[in-house]
């Protein structure tokens, strides 16, 4: 079970299945939600800030969504890969995103923080399957 879970979607209904289903499938202690790329680099600071401390856990993964409003999910991922972010090179993105644009699951390929790319919704099985490469 990973202790820290962030989801990052502009969708509340998306974001409450997420908090559902890995609750049931037991794959993460805390999650913690963002609704658009820049509320989650936002968190990501001040998790930085509270990591340095040692009063917070940093999230070992992130569900993505790629289209949403203020920023999407190609420019943070763009923005969280620098190397400013050197603090969280151990946090893994997965793609979570309706898209069947091809051209999507290629971009993704060329970043090492996307472990995966997945359709919505997230499932259990899913989650079992990914228990594997986090656990």
């Given at each position: 079970m990973l202790e820290t879970v962030l989801c990052v979607d502009d969708d509340p209904i998306t974001l409450m299945l997420c908090k559902k289903v890995i609750v049931k499938a037991n794959f993460?202690?805390?999650?913690?939600?963002?609704?658009?790329?820049?509320?989650?680099?936002?968190?990501?600071?001040?998790?930085?800030?509270?990591?340095?401390?040692?009063?917070?856990?940093?999230?070992?993964?992130?569900?993505?969504?790629?289209?949403?409003?203020?920023?999407?999910?190609?420019?943070?991922?763009?923005?969280f890969s620098l190397d400013s972010n050197s603090a969280f090179k151990n946090t893994k993105i997965i793609i979570l995103s309706s898209t069947i644009d091809p051209a999507d699951f290629n971009r993704a390929k060329q970043y090492n923080i996307v472990s995966h790319f997945l359709s919505k919704p997230i499932t259990v099985e899913m989650l079992e399957k990914l228990k594997e490469t986090y656990s």
């Open positions: 993460g202690k805390e999650i913690i939600f963002a609704q658009n790329g820049q509320e989650a680099l936002d968190l990501f600071e001040k998790l930085k800030e509270d990591n340095l401390k040692g009063t917070t856990q940093v999230p070992q993964l992130v569900f993505l969504d790629l289209n949403m409003p203020v920023m999407n999910g190609w420019d943070f991922i763009e923005k």
